[in-house]
């Protein structure tokens, strides 16, 4: 970022597009309307590129996607009408620590006067930002020509600090005011308690070197704060082995000689829980304690035997250290050269590629798609997996290299992969994406596929048709209609939008030909509708439902 940049001259608006790019921000996500029209006009003369979607949660789902693998993201909405209507993917992205900035226009100053009733208007002017304060780490409505430059400033540098969204709000007939005040940006500094940190990592380098079975459980922060290679760096320089959280999948390269899986209590692999479990010490690094992370609150973890280590806190043992970053934390403990003893990894830990073997004519299943979509992963890959079984089959893929894993794993909101995709594939057009999604999450906001024919995208869409909701038929034994939804010719759908290739498979065969097919087309995009039985499930599955199911 530029620091020293004079803001002379310069309106509120172009101001805020100047420090969105200072940022790193090439693109937004949005759906124009009146009240936030006269920026969208500003923003379309500027290097910024709009990308416009079908839908405003679409576009919030596509700027959390973006952030994730962009460092951050953007949505651009009007009104409440839509800002109202990002609520639910602005709250995934709080939940799951992504930092996206919600840019919204409001009724002007002047057509304030006397309380009228302005179109899109709920209760009070101030309804809809009072509702964001709930979502965001920052927000400000920029109605004061004094002290909008700063305001702009301070939250921005709170969305890429924290690594969640914040909200600025431009009153339309405030995009066009220049300040007449004077406004240099300076750079804010983030530096940790020095002492705080010395204290904290000398303690936690005498644990580790104490220690017998230590452990690494890596979280999705690392993601988030660009810290993969200091794990990899802290891991081989300890020889600590490390697992993973669903949430932080792919942080480390999964056929990484110290990786032994994924950690997810009695949800996860019985081999890698009780190797995690019987270690004496536990390095939990970027790591949030949710029920899903932790198998629906099986975990056994004692505090006692823990390094907690986050951008929120930092607790060694019973000890708790305030001032230290993670990045810090991590560098400094580095710095430190622990050498535990040498932990063997029984060889039953090394997460194996299952072999694709000859293809049949049989049905297809979960467990035979997965080593089929395993033979195509590399560095360049991004899977995108939806809620339920799209995500506990994927957690099954071996990712390799930089690729990367995307999902909602912790929010759980279904719908997430179809914009996430666009918010991926517009961050990284030349990456391979793969998007696993079951039908009834399609149906919700499938149609962002538009955007992707338009734009001329090439990702691979696996659309798994159980035809309904098949988690909850397994978390809710019982034929209950509620779980059917409506069949959709879902390999149509190309020819409906206007671009792009459909596929419909029902067996290994097909399956396994109509991939690679989609694999070697980058033309646009391709859709797999993959037919299965309602009583297919993964394993992963089979094991969350047998512990979430006592609870519904």
């Given amino acids: 970022m530029n620091s020293d940049r004079s803001a002379a001259g310069l309106s509120i608006g172009e101001y805020l597009i100047r420090r969105l790019q200072d940022y790193g921000l090439q693109d937004i996500f949005g759906i124009p309307g009146d009240y936030i029209l006269s920026f969208y006009s500003m923003l379309e003369k500027s290097p910024i590129n709009m990308v416009g979607c079908t839908r405003e949660d679409n576009a919030g789902f596509a700027a959390d996607a973006y952030a994730r693998v962009h460092g951050m993201g953007a949505v651009c909405v009007t009104y409440c009408v839509g800002g109202l209507s990002i609520c639910n993917s602005i709250a995934g992205a709080y939940a799951e620590k992504s930092p ?25 002017y101030s309804t809809q930002k009072d509702v964001f304060e709930k979502l965001c780490v920052a927000g400000a409505e920029l109605a004061d020509p004094v002290t909008a430059f700063r305001e702009i400033d301070r939250v921005l540098d709170a969305a ?54 230590p452990m690494i459980i890596a979280g999705v922060e690392l993601h988030r704060f660009e810290l993969q290679d200091e794990l990899v760096q802290l891991a081989e320089a300890t020889g600590i082995p490390v697992a993973a ?52 609150f ?28 993670l990045p810090d934390f991590m560098q400094a403990l580095a710095a430190q050269k622990p050498h535990p003893p040498k932990r063997m990894i029984p060889p039953n830990l090394a ?17 035979r798609m997965t080593p089929m979509i395993n033979e195509l992963l590399d560095d360049d890959v991004i899977v995108i997996a939806d809620i339920g079984d799209s995500l506990f089959s994927a957690t099954e893929l071996v990712t390799r290299g930089q690729s990367e894993f995307i999902s909602p794993a912790y929010y759980t ?31 919700m906001t499938g149609m962002e596929l538009s955007t992707i024919v338009r734009h001329g995208y090439d990702p691979v869409i696996i659309i798994l048709d159980n035809h309904g909701y098949g988690t909850e038929r397994w978390l809710h034994a019982g034929k209950w209609e509620y779980n059917e939804i409506h069949p959709w010719k879902y390999s149509k759908l190309p020819d409906i939008l206007g671009g792009g290739v459909g596929y419909e498979v029902k067996t290994e065969k097909e399956f396994y030909n109509a991939l690679q097919a989609a694999w070697n087309d980058r033309d646009g995009m391709s859709i797999i509708h993959v037919h299965l039985s309602d009583q297919d499930a993964s394993e992963t599955l089979n094991r969350l439902a047998s512990r979430m199911g006592r609870n519904i």
């Fill in 413 to 443: 909101s279904m719908g997430f992969a179809v914009p996430a995709t666009l918010g991926v594939q517009t961050a990284k057009p030349k990456a391979r994406v793969i998007s696993i999604i079951g039908d009834g999450a399609f149906q």
């Fill in 100 to 124: 996206v900035v919600v840019l919204t226009g409001s009724p002007g100053l002047r057509e304030r006067i006397n309380n009228p009733l302005l179109h899109h208007m709920v209760r009070e």
């Fill in 245 to 296: 959280t669903i949430l932080g999948k792919s942080v480390i390269r999964e056929t990484h000689p110290l990786y032994v899986g994924l950690y997810e209590g009695a949800m996860g692999r019985e081999e890698v829980t009780e190797f995690v479990e019987e270690s004496d010490l536990i390095l939990l690094l970027g790591t949030f304690m949710t029920d899903i992370n932790l198998g629906i």
């Fill in 351 to 367: 997460m194996k590629q299952a072999p694709v073997g000859e293809t049949t004519d049989e049905p297809l299943t979960i467990r």
């Fill in 160 to 213: 890429a600090r924290f690594k969640r969204p914040v909200y600025l709000e431009l009153p339309r007939d405030m995009v066009n005011v220049v300040p007449h005040i004077s406004h240099t940006f300076q750079e804010p500094t983030t530096t940790s308690d020095p002492q705080a940190l010395v204290e904290a990592a000398a303690e936690a380098a005498r644990l580790i070197a104490s220690a017998e079975r």
């Fill in 298 to 325: 099986t975990a056994n973890l004692d505090p006692a035997k823990c390094i907690y280590a986050t951008s929120e806190q930092l607790r060694v043992r019973h000890h708790h250290y305030h001032g230290v970053t």
